[in-house]
């Protein structure tokens, strides 16, 4: 059964870093492209972060653009998402997701499986 875990949230001051994991099991990723997706409380989800099946292209979102870093390892069955120098407004439920393809995306209408979701607080 394919499943999607993320871990790695929690509260930072502002200017912290985090990093998120994204582990898988029940399916082998070396054929999709994996994303990570945030939602704030009255907002709608949007894309952070995306990466290729094999990790070759990722795309960000400008508001992330230079602090986050996306990256796989499929031998470990896990994507990353580093976060440096956070600010108030990436607080959020990240979220990551998997596509049945192998090309990127950060529309969260290209995702198929979710993973449950991990709370990041970034507040002084």
């Known amino acids: 059964q394919l499943q999607l875990v993320e871990s790695g949230g929690g509260l930072v001051q502002p200017g912290g870093s985090l990093r998120l994991s994204c582990a898988y099991s029940?399916?082998?990723?070396?054929?999709?492209?994996v994303g990570w997706f945030r939602q704030a409380p009255g907002k709608e989800r949007e894309g952070v972060s995306c990466i290729s099946n094999r990790g070759g292209s990722a795309n960000y979102a400008d508001s992330v653009k230079g602090r986050f870093t996306i990256s796989r390892d499929n031998a470990k069955n896990t994507v990353y998402l580093q976060m440096n120098t956070l600010k108030p407004e990436d607080t959020a439920v990240y979220y990551c997701?998997?596509?049945?393809?192998?090309?990127?995306?950060?529309?969260?209408?290209?995702?198929?499986?979710w993973g449950q979701g991990t709370q990041v607080t970034v507040s002084s």
């Open positions: 029940g399916f082998t990723l070396d054929y999709y492209a």
């Open positions: 997701a998997v596509r049945s393809s192998y090309y990127c995306s950060t529309r969260p209408i290209d995702y198929v499986h």
